[in-house]
């Protein structure tokens, strides 16, 4: 029964009972039972790692997307079999999906090792899941390609066109400030997200589709097909063809293909992008799987001579349907070819500079500008350092005022998210539109596991009388969809005894966009008193379970946030 070559499909990673020919034997004998002809079982296997689940919205229209990669593996000659992984929906946890990337990562790893396929399609699209299927693939490196959900359509409401999730946060800004009324925001709330799909601005889930495609991971033009539209389900059935091609090529590997050179890619489209400040997070995290660091001092440089030529929400007016009709990666990628590494190799065995070259010439202005005439002539985030942030800060300028880049005024401090929800709409909070409010302890070693709570409210006294925006400075993250002048990830965060912790009310901070600065204005010694009188900082321990695991492990936020001991 052995031939010693043959060693792929149900032949492959065979459970280990002591005979191999035993081994294939009875998993061939369990396979039958599922209705598969000796044919098939003969077959490559073709793996379609999924992420469905009814705690996930933007994932319910898998099924018919799973179909659609199945005709396409099965055109080409091998079997699909889909297998699901746990799935990350961005508002169904708590405390927050973050959290949990890392564990999905863990799943999709062992799951691709540990089962019998020779290539796997990654099938996700909500905000995590993405990150967390290329860093499980990244480490497992088995020949994979990525397929995400693709964005939702927009929604209306009184003539407007609405898309989840900055259309949210602004007609919530609008119900706390007065100007929404209670019925009018109930009927909001169900025209924002009316389809299958992630939301429809450059949030984080069509951020990381974007990098994905960037990367090289994904068939080019596929990151921006709306979830609806049939261009999703053919590019499904095209994905399962390429993941049979894929199959024996391990020079087409996930760590072959994202290499240095192509993170960096990656960065200029993210800056080009003008997108979600996660995705330092998440691409630090991947490259790291693959001990490829990212550096926070080169983002910058790379942010000086990288346009933001995407005229979308959150810092634009479109939305992502209108950037694939536009062009969508591909016609980004053209406008930075002068910028980028040609010579990186793509999951279809072409190079970038290949892609490129067959790109179509027509692009719609009005959303993708031209290199020499662009939305803003840097990039869309930039990194910040200081005394309170000795590791980095990370701001999303393209998102951001100008008018408070250049900023100092009193610290008003929320000591973590519990204190901020009791205050701050407190009529008698002491906090002017020239103040700077900070929230601690929401970092990746806090309770709160660095929630999306970068983006603080307004104060509601501020926020009646037309305060739309104000520096906010905070170890949390914020949401891709959102807007505003907000420094996150300050690295190391305050649960850890960072800097950040002994910021005090009525202290002075400034910020400096231009010299890319952020500082407490105390001395040093000021700075080391604090620190030496607060002491060590020592979480009460978790008892069990992932939550214990996670504490012990977790790194900061310019390590991508992953495990210690997963990375490369």
């Given at each position: ?24 034997y ?46 396409g ?8 079999v ?31 090792r ?33 397929l ?44 924002l ?18 990098l994905?495609e960037?990367?090289g ?41 994202m290499t ?22 998440h691409l ?13 001092h ?9 346009p ?18 536009a ?22 065995g ?18 993708i ?14 990194a910040?350092f ?42 008698a909070?002491?906090?002017?539109p ?30 009646k009388a ?47 966009v ?22 060590v ?32």
């Amino acid at each position: 029964m052995t031939d010693g070559k043959n060693n792929h499909g149900f032949r492959r990673g065979l459970t280990n009972y002591g005979d191999r020919d035993f081994s294939i034997y009875l998993r061939r004998s369990f396979a039958s039972s599922m209705g598969y002809s000796r044919e098939m079982l003969d077959k490559p296997i073709v793996g379609i790692c999924h992420s469905a689940s009814g705690f996930n919205n933007c994932h319910r229209h898998f099924p018919e997307m799973i179909d659609a990669v199945k005709r396409g593996v099965l055109a080409a000659g091998a079997l699909p079999v889909e297998f699901p992984t746990i799935s990350l929906g961005e508002v169904f946890l708590n405390p927050t999906s973050l959290k949990f990337r890392n564990l999905m990562s863990m799943d999709v790893e062992e799951m691709i090792r540990a089962q019998p396929m020779d290539s796997v399609v990654l099938l996700g699209g909500c905000d995590k899941t993405v990150p967390a299927q290329l860093m499980g693939a990244a480490s497992a490196d088995l020949p994979a390609v990525q397929l995400v959900a693709g964005p939702m359509s927009t929604g209306r409401h009184k003539g407007e066109r609405l898309g989840a999730c900055t259309d949210c946060r602004r007609f919530w800004a609008r119900y706390r400030a007065g100007g929404v009324d209670r019925e009018e925001i109930d009927v909001i709330e169900q025209r924002l997200a009316s389809t299958a799909g992630t939301c429809a601005v450059m949030g984080t889930a069509s951020t990381m589709a974007s990098l994905a495609e960037a990367l090289g991971m994904m068939p080019a033009n596929s990151a921006a097909i709306p979830a609806v539209d049939a261009d999703r389900l053919r590019i499904a059935e095209e994905t399962g063809r390429l993941a049979v091609s894929l199959i024996g090529k391990d020079h087409l590997r996930p760590s072959m293909i994202m290499t240095a050179k192509a993170f960096e890619n990656a960065l200029r489209v993210l800056l080009a992008l003008g997108g979600s400040t996660n995705a330092i997070i998440h691409l630090t995290a991947v490259a790291g799987r693959l001990g490829i660091p990212v550096d926070l001092h080169r983002l910058n440089e790379l942010s000086d001579t990288t346009p933001v030529l995407v005229d979308l929400k959150p810092t634009g007016t479109g939305y992502m349907e209108d950037f694939h009709a536009a062009g969508g990666i591909p016609a980004v990628l053209r406008e930075l070819q002068h910028l980028l590494h040609l010579d990186c190799v793509t999951v279809t065995g072409e190079t970038l500079g290949d892609r490129i070259a067959q790109t179509a010439d027509w692009v719609d202005r009005s959303i993708i500008k031209a290199f020499n005439e662009p939305v803003r002539e840097n990039g869309g985030l930039v990194a910040l350092f200081g005394n309170v942030a000795p590791r980095g800060a990370i701001l999303k300028r393209s998102a951001a005022d100008p008018a408070l880049f250049e900023k100092q005024g009193r610290a008003v401090v929320f000591e973590s998210l519990e204190d901020l929800a009791a205050r701050i709409d407190d009529p008698a909070l002491d906090v002017e539109p020239g103040d700077i409010m900070v929230l601690k302890n929401a970092g990746p070693n806090s309770p709160a596991a660095m929630p999306e709570a970068g983006y603080l409210p307004i104060p509601a006294k501020l926020a009646k009388a037309g305060v739309k925006d104000m520096v906010r400075i905070s170890d949390a993250r914020m949401s891709g969809t959102a807007y505003g002048t907000i420094v996150l990830h300050i690295t190391p965060d305050a649960a850890s005894g960072g800097p950040l912790s002994v910021v005090r009310n009525g202290d002075v901070l400034r910020i400096s966009v231009k010299k890319r600065e952020i500082e407490l204005l105390v001395s040093a010694e000021e700075l080391s008193r604090r620190l030496s009188q607060q002491g060590v900082v020592t979480p009460t321990p978790e008892a069990r379970g992932y939550a214990k695991l996670y504490q012990q492990e977790i790194l900061q936020a310019d390590e991508g946030c992953d495990f210690g001991f997963l990375r490369g």
